[in-house]
């Protein structure tokens, strides 16, 4: 009798598919985590394991729409928090914990934070016909895109455009072209690997910042030997021109942007939404485009309370539990007592869960604990408080001392130093000696160096700034900084802005840079400093003048006390 009521059971629940195999059946425990599994197996691995590269495919299957930055984000914390896996990879289990994290946030709808510095609405600009379509930025010389590609299409399809790419240009088209670009309905910038870009770049985050409709198209660099204006470019300068399109694609994402890595599609992309009268941020998958939703949220807080009450309860450091330690891991994290009945029915041959295990028990009863469940806790209290947990989920080491003589962490810092890192000391010698000592808080943001993962974390501590200050030294290429900082401008951030030209025969550490690069970089300081300059931002080129104003515009709350 007792067999057949237990027949019974698994063939109501669905946990007794003929095509399950072994190790589905340790995975499987139900209609949700069998959904998951569908579209997991599609893109996992011989060894039960799906790669960074197929994680974004897996989540678009299931309707979610992720970034760069918070794929990458979930992988990471997937190898510091889940089971052991190898790098840049995630089993099953940590998969159902984080899709099921990211359909909470979506359920929510979270409207993007507000930066504490932010002091001037943007209004959206879409809708209306304008004389000249599309404005063809980006790139430009040795270039042959529009010439190419982009020309030919907007001709093929009737589409009006300008194209500021002349054979030789005079000052005289400055104007004309700021005309022509503040009348296009789309800003189509394309980002190409055989120029730096840098100016492109910044104007390129500026534009979205200030809600303009901009399509952008960033393609890789074929790697080993980049090349650029002929000349062969150091692994270093290869990995700042990285490091600053991976901080653009993240800012174009956060603003739900979707960034094209070829040309093609991106052209269609543009003819469609100019046919619909539809925004960048409403082209789809069918569209060719890699759509993004909440690109600001953080993920990777469920995993980690997961592997927290997994590991209070495993005395015996196995990485292993019996079925009465699951329920008491469970109850931990759920406030609820596990259903031991339900356990009992799996059948589990032996008395040991690993932690992969877990992850699917919990994401399996998230709709059968009565008041709200673990992830959704998780949710609110992320979004309440995002700094403090992801800067003690993800920061190797503790805050910077600017943080903890700070009570709480939450409260308002005055000040976020921006630019310039490396071996330049500006902060250490000029600007914290000078804000201690008029009592001002500030976040140091090179305090642990730079990787890939402290992108959300410097991000989130921005935002609980009142004030930007950024310094482009000498010292430094600095494309990531003086993108960032177009990128507030334009959103209309209290900013302070110190730069300093690149000079002749510098040096970059024991690294020589060439003429071309040098013209590239300062090219887009004079960007900057004209888009300071046209937007009323306070512009130094000495370093203790921009911390003094600092000093003074809080002081007085405003600029003009400089």
């Known amino acids: 009798?007792?067999?057949?009521?237990?027949?019974?059971?698994?063939?109501?629940?669905?946990?007794?598919?003929?095509?399950?195999?072994?190790?589905?059946?340790?995975?499987?425990?139900?209609?949700?985590?069998?959904?998951?599994?569908?579209?997991?197996?599609?893109?996992?691995?011989?060894?039960?394991?799906?790669?960074?590269?197929?994680?974004?495919?897996?989540?678009?299957?299931?309707?979610?729409?992720?970034?760069?930055?918070?794929?990458?984000?979930?992988?990471?914390?997937?190898?510091?928090?889940?089971?052991?896996?190898?790098?840049?990879?995630?089993?099953?289990?940590?998969?159902?914990?984080?899709?099921?994290?990211?359909?909470?946030?979506?359920?929510?709808?979270?409207?993007?934070?507000?930066?504490?510095?932010?002091?001037?609405?943007?209004?959206?600009?879409?809708?209306?016909?304008?004389?000249?379509?599309?404005?063809?930025?980006?790139s430009c010389n040795p270039t042959t895109w529009r010439p190419d590609k982009a020309i030919p299409f907007f001709k093929e399809h009737e589409i009006t455009f300008y194209n500021p790419q002349v054979q030789s240009w005079i000052p005289e088209l400055m104007e004309l072209e700021a005309q022509a670009k503040q009348n296009a309905?789309?800003?189509?910038?394309?980002?190409?690997?055989?120029?730096?870009?840098?100016?492109?770049?910044?104007?390129?985050?500026?534009?979205?910042?200030?809600?303009?409709?901009?399509?952008?198209?960033?393609?890789?660099?074929?790697?080993?030997?980049?090349?650029?204006?002929?000349?062969?470019?150091?692994?270093?300068?290869?990995?700042?021109?990285e490091r600053a399109r991976l901080i653009l694609t993240d800012l174009a994402e956060r603003n739900s942007v979707p960034v094209f890595t070829s040309l093609d599609p991106a052209l269609e992309g543009t003819k469609i939404m100019l046919s619909k009268g539809i925004r960048v941020q409403d082209l789809t998958l069918k569209d060719g485009a890699q759509p993004v939703r909440y690109g600001f949220l953080k993920l990777g807080e469920a995993l980690l309370q997961l592997r927290e009450a997994f590991n209070s309860v495993d005395s015996t450091k196995r990485d292993k539990l019996s079925a009465r330690d699951i329920c008491l891991a469970y109850k931990c994290c759920t406030g609820e007592d596990l259903d031991t009945e339900w356990l009992k029915r799996k059948q589990k041959p032996t008395n040991d869960y690993l932690f992969e295990e877990f992850c699917c028990i919990v994401t399996e009863n998230r709709e059968n604990v009565h008041h709200d469940t673990l992830i959704e806790r998780l949710v609110s209290n992320v979004m309440s408080s995002p700094l403090r947990w992801i800067l003690e989920k993800i920061s190797s080491r503790p805050p910077p001392p600017c943080?903890?003589?700070?009570?709480?962490?939450?409260?308002?810092?005055?000040?976020?130093?921006?630019?310039?890192?490396?071996?330049?000391?500006?902060?250490?010698?000029?600007?914290?000696?000078?804000?201690?000592?008029?009592?001002l808080s500030y976040i140091n943001p090179c305090g642990n160096g730079w990787s890939r993962k402290l992108i959300p974390i410097l991000v989130a501590s921005r935002e609980k700034c009142r004030m930007f200050l950024y310094v482009i030294t000498s010292e430094t290429r600095s494309i990531t900084s003086m993108i960032e900082a177009g990128y507030y401008i334009g959103m209309g951030c209290k900013l302070i802005l110190c730069v300093q030209k690149l000079q002749k025969d510098s040096l970059l550490g024991d690294e020589q840079m060439t003429e071309n690069g040098i013209k590239d970089y300062n090219r887009g300081r004079d960007y900057l400093c004209d888009l300071a300059n046209r937007e009323g931002v306070p512009l130094f080129e000495d370093v203790t003048e921009a911390v003094n104003c600092v000093i003074a515009s809080l002081t007085h709350g405003h600029t003009n006390a400089c």
């Open 403 to 439: 943080l903890l003589a700070v009570e709480n962490i939450e409260d308002v810092r005055d000040i976020y130093l921006g630019g310039t890192c490396g071996s330049s000391r500006w902060r250490e010698d000029i600007a914290e000696p000078l804000f201690r000592k008029q009592g």
């Open 185 to 241: 309905d789309v800003l189509f910038f394309v980002i190409d690997t055989e120029t730096r870009a840098v100016a492109s770049m910044i104007e390129t985050a500026y534009l979205i910042a200030c809600k303009r409709q901009v399509v952008m198209v960033i393609p890789e660099y074929q790697k080993p030997s980049v090349m650029i204006s002929e000349e062969k470019i150091s692994d270093s300068e290869l990995s700042d021109l």
């Open 1 to 138: 009798m007792a067999n057949f009521i237990s027949y019974i059971f698994h063939t109501v629940s669905g946990d007794n598919a003929n095509d399950d195999s072994a190790s589905e059946k340790a995975r499987i425990w139900g209609p949700i985590t069998r959904n998951l599994w569908k579209v997991f197996k599609k893109y996992k691995d011989t060894q039960d394991h799906v790669p960074l590269q197929k994680l974004r495919l897996a989540c678009n299957e299931l309707g979610l729409l992720p970034s760069k930055c918070q794929v990458y984000e979930m992988v990471q914390c997937a190898v510091e928090y889940g089971s052991p896996c190898k790098p840049d990879h995630i089993t099953f289990g940590e998969f159902c914990v984080l899709i099921s994290e990211l359909q909470n946030y979506y359920s929510l709808s979270p409207v993007s934070p507000r930066p504490r510095s932010l002091f001037k609405e943007r209004i959206e600009m879409f809708g209306g016909k304008k004389k000249r379509r599309v404005f063809l930025g980006g």
